[in-house]
């Protein structure tokens, strides 16, 4: 089944300890991004990849990092998170092509206190 | 920069009735995608229709209709014979037909739809 994954579904935390939220994808897709939504604000662009070693940041990359070391794989690094962070995540891919369709992951609720 | 603005953060609709939520948007660019996600309390963003702008024929999915005003850049999403199932957060969001960045999907704030028995 094509899907997209994120691990974990719900986690957290406490201000300052690090965390990672990992995000695959079995369609092959080369084009990978990283939401949060807030009430009110909608869905906003984190950080996005176009392929393997190749990112770049989106609309609130501030506190985040993230990597693609593989094309499956595109984690969500927390550094030092901070309450402000407190949100629902998204991991969406899409290979790309017409009819490019995005798929998203299931989310992934982060609290910080 | 594309915008994209949905002025009903709130709709109510009787069961079986129809209702319309608004969309509109901001481009200077003359090819694009539009979509409806819906997102119902289990989080799960599902796509509920798509429409190509060089489309002039308005999207249909069973229930789910568009009305596409592209001169009035506008993307209205009807829904008829509402069901219970329907209750859910509402996306219109655009993007680019180009790769890198410009491909990345703008979501605007969303309109809760709520379906009274």
């Known amino acids: 089944e094509a899907q997209v994954t994120q691990n974990p579904r719900y986690l957290i935390t406490v201000t300052g300890k690090k965390l990672t939220v990992t995000c695959s994808q079995n369609m092959n897709h080369e084009y990978m991004s990283w939401y949060r939504q807030d009430p009110g604000l909608g869905l906003r662009q984190i950080y996005y990849s176009m392929n393997v070693e190749v990112t770049d940041k989106g609309d609130v990359p501030e506190g985040y990092k993230v990597s693609r070391k593989e094309k499956r794989n595109f984690p969500l690094i927390l550094e030092s998170p901070s309450p402000n962070q407190t949100s629902l995540y998204f991991c969406a891919s899409r290979i790309g092509v017409p009819p490019d369709e995005q798929y998203f992951g299931p989310g992934t609720r982060l609290t910080v206190t | ?117």
């Not at chain 2, 209702?19 to 989080?43: A, G, N």
């Not at chain 2, 190509?52 to 005003?69: C, D, G, I, L, M």
């Open chain 2, 1 to 117: 920069a594309q915008t994209v603005t949905q002025s009903q953060p709130e709709m109510s609709v009787q069961e079986a009735e129809t209702v319309t939520l608004s969309c509109t948007y901001d481009t200077s660019e003359s090819d694009y995608y539009l979509f409806w996600y819906k997102q119902p309390p289990s989080r799960q963003m599902i796509l509920v229709i798509r429409q190509e702008a060089y489309k002039q024929q308005n999207a249909t999915e069973n229930r789910f209709s568009v009305n596409f005003q592209k001169a009035a850049k506008s993307f209205s999403l009807k829904i008829s014979d509402s069901q219970l199932g329907d209750a859910a957060m509402y996306f219109c969001a655009y993007r680019s037909p180009y790769g890198g960045s410009q491909g990345n999907l703008i979501f605007g704030k969303g309109t809760k739809l709520s379906v009274k028995p």
